[in-house]
Each structure stands twice: as C-alpha cells, then as structure tokens.
C-alpha cells in the first residue's frame, strides 16, 4: 500500500491504547491527547442495560465524560488487551476495527471496537469511536457472589 508504513500502524495502535488506558486511569491529558479537537467528531457506544450513547462534537465529548476525571481515586485497576486488528488506511484517514478485553476484580469485559483516525500535523488522532461490547453475562459474576 502507498504510503503505509510500520510505523503509521504502530502509532494507530498507540493512539488507541492510550485513549483508552487514559479513560480508566482517569488521565484527561492522555485521553483528551488521543482526539481531534473539532465538532466533527463521534462518539457511539452500547450501554448496559440496553441504551446507547452517542455524542457528536469535542466539545459534547469533554462534557460527557467530565466526571470520569474529576475523582483521581481509581476504584478498580483495569488492564486492557487489544487483537486482531485490521487497519485500512487512505491517505491521512484509517478506519481501524479490533477486539478489546477489559480485564479487573470484576472479571473480563470483552467488545468489537471501531475507530477512524485523522493524521492531523504528522499524528493520529481519533475521529470517531464505535463501541459495542457484550453485555450478555456482565454482571452474572457479581449477582453469583
């Protein structure tokens, strides 16, 4: 492929794991590092107990997810595992899908996760989050204690 290198999946890779280890170590900084900051971004997750959210706008985004870094106490450390990636990429836009595992005390949290990023001044950032992550046995641990 034109273009692709080693190092621009690396960086994707990168990108998308400190986006999400930011969010569950409650670091702003990385996290908010990991987007674009514009009104064209999106973000799309499944939620449990059957609703959805979706958030359109950095603006929307920062406002939304505000609690998760006002407290510093992390109330569970999560570690995060990311496989089979398949990353396509087109000039300064890659479309990425893989699966993430979610690992804490509570046990594992599995998803299918999507994203478009923008390489925006020679750097990925994320333009756009899809999140489904599969509620069907979550909370099943808890309920057996």
Do not use: C
């Not at 969010?23 to 590092?33: E, G, L, V, Y």
């Not at 990353?87 to 595992?101: K, R």
């Amino acid at each position: 492929m034109p273009g692709w290198t080693q190092s621009d999946q690396d960086a994707i890779k990168k990108v998308l794991y400190n986006e999400t280890e930011g969010f569950f170590t409650r670091d702003k900084a990385k996290w908010a590092n990991a987007w674009v900051h514009k009104p064209y971004v999106y973000f799309a997750a499944n939620l449990y107990g059957g609703d959805f959210l979706l958030v359109k706008g950095w603006d929307n985004l920062e406002k939304q997810f505000a609690n998760q870094f006002k407290s510093k106490k992390l109330t569970d450390k999560v570690t995060i595992q990311n496989a089979n990636y398949t990353i396509h990429q087109n000039g300064n836009m890659a479309f990425v899908s893989y699966d993430q595992t979610l690992l804490d005390s509570q046990g594992k949290t599995t998803s299918k996760e999507s994203r478009v990023l923008e390489k925006i001044n020679g750097e990925w950032k994320i333009i756009n989050v899809i999140a489904l992550t599969n509620l069907k046995n979550f909370g099943l641990a808890q309920k057996a204690k």
